[in-house]
């Protein structure tokens, strides 16, 4: 039988490939370390699971909610924002609450994608940057990662060769999957080129908190009339530890954020009463929190790069997010992406995230995630090592098993 015209159109989900591998391996005892989908093992902070047991308690909050968010939740985000990047938001309007970022983006580009229209996108980015307006009827220009002095001249060059001229630009920074972090300057830049090309930015911002080193990341919103063009997406996921919780917010232009809030008034009912009352009251903390969160990861990362590099796989630092871009070592990158990932999981009992699953360009990388405590993390650079050495002297069996099934 056919497929449907809209699955059609999405390409086999790489990353399965990988979830079936791991999971054999386990049912075959193996113990793997999961370094691969992004999926915080950190608990929720106590006082936002008993705001939220205390809230679950009042019958009247087990009716339906608010699909864009109940007001006090709207209000807190908008407090957010004016403490974190000094941007004042208007809550009954430019703010939206989200069932995650993945949602908001998802409806966004239903919202305002008509077939056909064009969207810049970089690549290797979050599947969802590309397939929400893949699935919407949008077409994706691919265009470089990294916010440097090559970015402008791309998107000339995207607009140029673009027919019908691009409606909308996907930022994310800090990026995931490549941790890359802009800088205002460079936000200073792209608002001045979609404002003089009439082009929406749709920036993903689900990483905010997640920086190291001292350098918080900034929001395009900062720009002085940014709020023209952009609409900025947000979790509560990787900040709070919260990513089985769906709680994202969109925020911005009016008539954005006007859009995206009439599409979601057809799909859902918004997030649970008392999750919404639970995040306010994270939202309205003092940051110790987050700070806390962003501690242990840091510290991961600082385990990682350490002990990877002493395994023989030199990883660089990445400066934010839970992630980390790891070139695939040399002797074994005409495998690819996605076979590398097969030979960790059937080698060294480590798993991650293949490159090209967040598009071609990624293909010489693969995304480790900073998901496991730091003695785990230890072992899997054991395995590694063990892994590497063993291959380096017999290279002809590092072929993934999976290839002769």
Known sequence: MEEF???????????????????????????IIDLGMGNPDLPTPKAIVDKLCEVVRDPRTHRYSSSRGIPGLRRAQAAYYQRRFGVKLNPDTQVVATLGSKEGFANMAQAITAPGDVILCPNPTYPIHAFGFIMSGGVIRSLQVEPDDGFIPALERGVRH????PLALILNYPSNPTALVASLDFYKDV???????????????AYSEIYFDGNPPPSVLQVPGAMDVCVEFTSMSKTFSMPGWRMGFAVGNERLI??????????DYGAFTPIQVAAAHALNGDGADIAEVRDIYHKRRDVMVDS????????????????AWAPIPEPFKHLGSLEFSKL???????????????????????????????????QAARNIKRFLSSSAKQPNNVV????HR
């Open 258 to 267: 006007s859009a995206l809030t009439r599409v979601k008034s057809y799909l």
């Open 308 to 323: 990877f590099g002493r395994a023989g796989w030199t990883i660089p630092a990445p400066a934010a997010s839970m992630f």
């Open 191 to 205: 608002v001045a080129f979609a404002k003089k090309n009439d082009i929406i930015i749709l920036s993903d911002l």
């Open 400 to 403: 993934p098993l999976s290839a």
């Open 5 to 31: 015209y809209k699955v059609r159109r999405l390409p086999p989900y790489v990353f399965e490939q990988v979830n079936r591998l791991k999971a054999s391996a386990r049912s075959r005892g193996a113990d």
């Open 344 to 378: 960790l999981i059937e080698h060294a009992d480590v798993a991650v995230a293949p490159g090209v699953g967040f598009g071609e360009h990624g293909d010489n990388f693969v995304r480790v995630a900073l998901v496991e405590n730091e003695h785990r993390i230890r």
């Open 162 to 165: 673009s027919i019908p001229k």
